[in-house]
C-alpha cells in the first residue's frame, strides 16, 4: 500500500501526541476522536480518560473494576454504537489496537497520564482501520460516543478526508461529521 503525503503527516501527526505520552492535558468529561480518510483506508482513533468509560482511572482495585475493563476492551474491539460509516462505502474492520490500563490491550505503555501533581491517571485508547470498497462513497460518519458513554461531555473530533482537514467541539449525544 502506498501512503500519501496527506496520510502520512496526519499519522506522523498522531503519532506525536500518542496515548503513551505521559505530559498531555487529561480533561474529565472530555475525550478525543480523529478520523482520517485516505483512498481506501479509514482510520478511527479514540482516546479518553478512563474515568470516563468506568468510573475509574487507575488500575483496577478489585475483581468488579477488573470485569469493567474487560467489558470495555470487548466493547471497544467494533465501532458498533459509536461511529457509523455509511453502508455505500462498503467499509470493513482490519484491524483494532487498543490500550487500557491492567494488561487487557494489545499494545500496553504503562502509565498513560500523570497530572502536575504526580497522581497517575489512565486513559483508554483505541484506533480503528477500515478498508473501504467504495470510498467515494465515504462522505461522514454518524458520532455516537456521547451516547454510548455519557460522562463524556465534550467531543473533541479532527478530521481528513476528500474535503480537506477540520476540527470541532461536539457537545450534542449524536451528530454526523462530514470528510
Avoid: Y
Amino acid at each position: 500500500m502506498v501512503i500519501k503525503p496527506v496520510f502520512a503527516a496526519l499519522a506522523l501527526a498522531w503519532a506525536v501526541s500518542s496515548p503513551a505520552q505521559s505530559d498531555q492535558e487529561h480533561e474529565h468529561g472530555v475525550a478525543d476522536l480523529r478520523i482520517a480518510a485516505e483512498g481506501e483506508t479509514l482510520l478511527i482513533e479514540f482516546r479518553s480518560p478512563l474515568i470516563n468509560l468506568v468510573g475509574f482511572e487507575r488500575e483496577p482495585g478489585d475483581e468488579e473494576e477488573r470485569e469493567k475493563l474487560t467489558d470495555l476492551t470487548s466493547r471497544l474491539e467494533s465501532p458498533e454504537g459509536l461511529v457509523t460509516l455509511p453502508e455505500a462505502a462498503k467499509c470493513e474492520l482490519a484491524g483494532v489496537e487498543q490500550e487500557t490500563p491492567g494488561g487487557m490491550e494489545d499494545h500496553q505503555d504503562g502509565d498513560h497520564h500523570a497530572h502536575h501533581d504526580s497522581e497517575i491517571h489512565h486513559d483508554a485508547w483505541l484506533e480503528w482501520t477500515f478498508t473501504c470498497a467504495q470510498p467515494e462513497a465515504l462522505d461522514s460518519v454518524e458520532i455516537s460516543v456521547i451516547d454510548a458513554f455519557p460522562e463524556i461531555k465534550t467531543l473533541r473530533v479532527e478530521t481528513s478526508g476528500s474535503n480537506g482537514q477540520a476540527s470541532e467541539r461536539i457537545t450534542e449525544p449524536q451528530t454526523s461529521i462530514e470528510l
